[in-house]
């Protein structure tokens, strides 16, 4: 069935320090990978995405990977400061052309100062 | 910069009983979603709806669950019976375009259900 995993489930960083966070799929038709990023009490913000075209995106502090023959995709942070510590979700498109996303467990970031 | 908005943002109600989750997309948007999250755990898809019609749904969405966008402005989720299991913050979102080119999924803040 269609399924996102992600890993770690908690990640501790210092200031400055990059982070990673990993997820992998299991459809093979999906081909929309959207990472948001959640704050206590609020909705998801999306953050960054990439399609299955391309293999690498970056936005400032913050790129995504994408491995297509391995169902892999990873988020990077660098230069990590307090103010990014939050709940990040990866997230795949499902098979059926509706837009439906399909997302990871989560992975709450903590930045220490 | 226009935002998808979702009222309540908190709902009590008492087991058995109907509620309506309220939510108004971005304006030009096409597709319409509702998600849900239970406490501590991931989002999960309920139900996506285009041109008046559900297109996609999940197992969570049974027969106690409907939608509808009454007025072409806003989008309801309804639960007919609450159970305490649907205690969990339901997200709305909208997408300009929908599948195919799978755009960007705008969320709003939630509503937080509690079933007593």
């Known amino acids: 069935g269609e399924n996102v995993e992600q890993h770690p489930s908690t990640l501790s960083v210092q200031e400055g320090d990059s982070a990673v966070i990993k997820c992998t799929y299991s459809?093979?038709?999906?081909?929309?990978f959207p990472w948001y990023k959640q704050e206590l009490g609020k909705g998801p913000q999306l953050i960054i995405d990439?399609?299955?075209?391309?293999g690498e995106k970056k936005d400032q502090r913050i790129a995504v990977t994408l491995n297509k023959t391995a169902k892999h995709f990873s988020l990077h942070i660098t230069e990590t400061q307090p103010e990014d510590s939050a709940v990040y979700f990866c997230a795949a498109s499902g098979p059926r052309d509706t837009g439906k996303l399909i997302f990871g467990q989560g992975t709450t970031l903590q930045v220490k100062p | 910069e226009p935002e998808v908005t979702q009222t309540p943002s908190h709902q009590v109600t008492q087991m058995g009983q109907e509620v309506i989750l309220r939510c108004v997309p971005i304006?030009?948007?096409?597709?319409f979603y509702w998600y849900r999250q239970i406490l501590g755990q991931k989002v999960e898809f309920l139900v996506s709806?285009?041109?008046?019609?559900?297109?996609?749904k999940s197992e969570i969405f049974d027969d106690q669950f409907s939608v509808e966008r009454p007025d072409g402005s806003n989008f309801t989720l309804k639960i007919r019976s609450t159970k305490l299991e649907d205690s969990a913050m339901y997200f709305c979102?909208?997408?300009?375009?929908?599948?195919?080119?799978?755009?960007?999924?705008?969320f709003g803040p939630g509503t937080r259900l509690t079933v007593l």
């Open positions: 304006s030009n948007h096409l597709y």
């Open positions: 709806f285009y041109n008046n019609e559900i297109s996609e």
């Open positions: 459809d093979s038709a999906s081909n929309y």
């Open positions: 990439i399609r299955s075209n391309v």
């Open positions: 979102a909208s997408n300009p375009r929908g599948g195919g080119t799978t755009d960007t999924q705008y």
